[in-house]
C-alpha cells in the first residue's frame, strides 16, 4: 500500500507560481504507475488537471494548465511535482495527487490535499 502527502500549498497573489510536491511512502511508483494531480473547489466536481505515465514519462494537462503548469517526477525522491506559474484566482482549489496503477481502471491512492488559494 502507497501512501500520498501533498505539500506546497499556500495563499499567494495572481501571477505568483507554486510548486507541489507529492511523495510516496511505503512502496515506490513503479513503471505501472500514472500520477496524476486533481484539484476540487467546494460544491463542485473534482478535476484532472495534470498526469505522467512513470514509465515513459508521458505527460497530459488539462487545458485550462497547459503552459502554465508542469508536472514532473524524481524518481530518487520518489516524488511527483506539480509546477505552477502565471497562477490566476480560478486555479483557487484543494489540491490532490493520486496513483492508479495502469490497467486497473481507476486511481485507487490519494493523498489528503494542499490549499492553494489565488488572491486577485
Known amino acids: 500500500q502507497v501512501r500520498l502527502v501533498e505539500s506546497g500549498g499556500g495563499l499567494v497573489q495572481a501571477g505568483a507560481s507554486l510548486r507541489l510536491s507529492c511523495v510516496a511512502s511505503?512502496?515506490?511508483?513503479?513503471?505501472?504507475?500514472?500520477v496524476g494531480w486533481f484539484r476540487q473547489v467546494p460544491g463542485k466536481e473534482r478535476e484532472v488537471v495534470a498526469r505522467i505515465n512513470w514509465s515513459g514519462g508521458d505527460l497530459w494537462y488539462a487545458d485550462y494548465v497547459e503552459g502554465r503548469f508542469a508536472i514532473s517526477g524524481d524518481n530518487s525522491k520518489n516524488t511527483v511535482y506539480l509546477q505552477m506559474i502565471s497562477l490566476k484566482p480560478e486555479d483557487t482549489a484543494v489540491y490532490y495527487c493520486?496513483?492508479?496503477?495502469?490497467?486497473?481502471?481507476?486511481?485507487?491512492?490519494w493523498g489528503q490535499g494542499t490549499q492553494v488559494t489565488v488572491s486577485s
Open positions: 511505503g512502496r515506490p511508483f513503479s513503471m505501472y504507475t500514472m
Open positions: 493520486a496513483e492508479q496503477i495502469v490497467g486497473t481502471g481507476g486511481y485507487a491512492y
